[in-house]
């Protein structure tokens, strides 16, 4: 076995071991933080989501673009086009948004809580609590192929405020998994008790929210 293959599944196992043993995994992590793993998981996932964008958004009738034309002067095929490209980029950049926003928020809250550790462990380590997501983006890459017309434009027709839409968003059960995995990984990182980095940790994702509900790429 070459080196490459070798350091593909030792990161397969360092993914696996996040989900099922964390404190170790993170420990071990710490030892030998590599923020280029971490990017290129988060780099997976905003990709994966991207692609379910695009499938999710190209399956929508015209007559969905025709009734979100500015003013009815814009093809709505173009309009199609247009929504289909933007949504993949949204989707990809938000992915990426989130990692690095909630990891400066959570390194933030930790250190006015007097915890000491690093920004950049904390992106590494907040990149492979991320792994719960993959699971989520490639179920929805999934659903994309699967769904139908009527059941997306079902989906698409139900309105919420965009506090709610982004908090539904978030907390998912995936989401939630990240969540934990997020604590442990701040108590690790910043030495901190487990009341203080789940503190810092929900402080974060509440202003998340709050950010995620006026910024369109999140």
């Known amino acids: 076995m070459n080196r490459r293959e070798n350091g ?45 964008s695009f499938n999710y958004t190209g399956k929508l009738p015209l007559s969905y673009f025709i009734d979100q034309r500015p003013g009815g002067i814009v093809n709505p095929e173009q309009l199609r086009q247009a929504s289909i490209i933007a949504g993949a980029m949204m989707a990809l950049i938000g992915v990426f948004g989130t990692w690095l926003i909630s990891s400066a928020l959570i390194h933030g809250f930790s250190s006015r809580l007097g915890g000491k550790g690093t920004f950049r462990s904390m992106l590494t380590l907040a ?27 079902l989906a698409t027709s139900l309105q919420m405020p965009a506090i709610a839409e982004a908090a539904v968003g978030i907390f998912t059960i995936f989401g ?17 008790s487990t009341a203080k980095s789940t503190a810092a940790t929900i402080l974060s994702f509440i202003v998340l929210i709050f950010i995620s509900a006026f910024l369109p790429f999140m």
Do not use: H
């Open 127 to 153: 990149g492979f609590a991320s792994t719960p997501l993959l699971i989520q983006q490639v179920l929805r890459l999934a659903d994309s192929f699967m769904v139908s017309e009527e059941a997306l434009q």
């Open 8 to 52: 593909r599944l030792s990161f397969i196992r360092d993914l696996v071991r996040c989900l099922f043993s964390p404190q170790g995994s993170f420990r071990s992590i710490l030892e030998k933080p590599s923020l280029m793993k971490a990017t290129a998981l988060i780099l997976v996932i905003a990709v994966v989501a991207a692609w379910a």
């Open 176 to 192: 939630i998994w990240s969540m934990i995995l997020l604590i442990i990984a701040t108590r690790e990182n910043y030495k901190m």
